[in-house]
């Protein structure tokens, strides 16, 4: 996410079964994923987290359940 708001790169999420709207508001299974992955360092966290929100409201693609969504 800094790359695309410091050079304009280009973000294609792509939300493999799991919600958009939990990486948004990191809920449901995302949460309990990243949960598990945390770092030891929160600011590294805090980043990870601001960045994965914004993320969450980038158009991309869905695959959830082996069925490919837009």
Do not use: C
Request: glycine content about 12%; proline content about 3%.
């Amino acid at each position: 996410m800094d790359r695309k708001r410091t050079e304009g790169h280009v973000v294609l999420p792509i939300f493999y079964h799991v919600e958009p709207s939990d990486v948004r508001k990191h809920g449901g299974s995302f949460k309990d994923s990243f949960d598990q992955q945390q770092t030891k360092n929160s600011g590294e966290a805090e980043r990870w987290r601001a960045a994965l929100t914004q993320v969450g409201y980038i158009k991309g693609f869905h695959i959830a359940g082996g069925i490919f969504d837009r």
